[in-house]
């Protein structure tokens, strides 16, 4: 589940994504709501005058909380809809640990890795050159909303399941990306992000003190030495 709100651009209208999804879409609308359908599966509402309802901060891509969506789910139950959402909370970003890395069964350039998240172990397959195991990385999990505005969804690549993207620093729009191919790796050599909730109290650090497996990271400044 995704929330995009663009106040300028836009108007004060709160997209609320329940099922990324293409194609040809239904509208019902109660009040100030519009409830988004395709093939009699609700897939997003749009809801007007949201700031009536509560205050939202930030532009584009919105951070979910549970007071964001407990007042989404009272506009949409005070306009008469008949749905409840049922909304993953959990980081999207987070440090994981590479614990194998093998070679795709059919693809000579991508490698099939088992990522450590701290409580789950997730498989993806990655063609990144400079990946391997032992390392720790940023993975954006499914339903992770990329800077491109790409939406991260399970996904089969030539034939083998995964779910999550390894992340390059080009691809999370860190300042100062090299052009080479490659995913971001931290290691000793790194500085740090800022952690999400420290923001003011930034705490500098080697990656291997700083980044336990499950973490999650609010990619605004990277440093290297």
Same mark, same amino acid.
Do not use: H
């Given at each position: 589940m995704n929330l995009f709100y663009n106040p300028q651009g836009v108007g004060d209208v709160a997209f609320l994504q329940i099922e990324p999804t293409d194609g040809a879409f239904d509208y019902n609308k109660k009040d100030d709501v519009v409830e988004i359908t395709q093939d009699g599966q #609700? #897939?997003?509402?749009? *809801?007007?005058n949201v700031s009536d309802k509560i205050k939202i901060e930030g532009n584009g891509h919105?951070?979910?909380?549970? &007071? *964001?969506? &407990?007042?989404? /789910? /009272?506009? *949409?139950?005070?306009?008469?809809?008949?749905?409840?959402?049922? %909304?993953?909370l959990s980081p999207k970003f987070v440090v994981v640990y590479v614990e194998t890395k093998e070679k795709h069964p059919d693809a000579d350039k991508l490698s099939v890795l088992k990522v450590n998240v701290g409580n789950e172990t997730l498989q993806i397959v990655c063609g990144a050159p400079n990946v391997a195991a032992e390392q720790k990385v940023v993975v954006a999990k499914v339903g992770a909303v990329m800077p491109s505005g790409m939406i991260i969804k399970d996904a089969k690549l030539r034939g083998v399941d995964s779910s999550g993207m390894i992340c390059s620093m080009k691809e999370l729009d860190?300042?100062?990306?090299? /052009? &080479?191919?490659g995913i971001m790796v931290l290691n000793a050599?790194?500085?740090?992000?800022? *952690?999400q909730g420290l923001k003011s109290q930034p705490a500098w650090?080697?990656?291997s003190e700083l980044w336990p497996m499950? %973490? &999650? #990271?609010?990619?605004? /400044?990277?440093y290297t030495r």
């Open positions: #609700v #897939v997003g509402f749009n *809801i007007f919105i951070k979910l909380t549970s &007071e *964001i969506i &407990e007042a989404l /789910q /009272q506009s *949409i139950n005070n306009s008469g809809f008949n749905y409840k959402l049922d %909304t993953d860190l300042p100062n990306a090299p /052009q &080479e191919k050599d790194c500085r740090t992000f800022w *952690i650090s080697t990656a499950g %973490t &999650e #990271v609010d990619m605004l /400044q990277y």
